[in-house]
Nanobody, 127 residues
């Protein structure tokens, strides 16, 4: 198990940028596959981006492809989500998620694939 703490959310104008961070505790973080999800009011939690333990495998939702970048620093037990060209429809609570990947370069796209979640960080994009 790992504990996850997100940070970096806030209020930004459309077209702006934010960088989210997810700090993980636990010595086995390196072996975990990581993901970012988001949930807007009244909507289901949806997939945003995923990265395998090594960073070799990455996948994005179509809605963020070309604008968001997921990365990780295993030495610092941290995963990042760089968000550029933000749109009002990106407004949501963003969650970091982890799943033990046993050093497999696999990524996971579904909420039910993950068993460790952070508390979320609010991102609000004004028009």
């Amino acid at each position: 198990q790992v504990q996850l703490v997100e940070s970096g959310g806030g209020l930004v104008q459309a077209g702006g940028s934010l960088r989210l961070s997810c700090a993980a505790s636990g010595r086995t973080f390196t072996s975990y596959a990581m993901g970012w999800f988001r949930q807007a009011p009244g909507k289901e939690r949806e997939f945003v981006a995923a990265i395998s333990w090594s960073g070799a495998s990455i996948y994005y939702a179509d809605s963020v492809k070309g604008r968001f970048t997921i990365s990780r620093d295993n030495a610092k037990n941290t995963v990042f989500l760089q968000m550029n060209s933000l749109k009002p429809e990106d407004t949501a609570v963003y969650y970091c998620a982890a799943r033990q990947g046993y050093y497999s370069d696999t990524f996971y796209l579904k909420v039910r694939d993950y068993d460790n979640w952070g508390q979320g960080t609010q991102v609000t994009v004004s028009s």
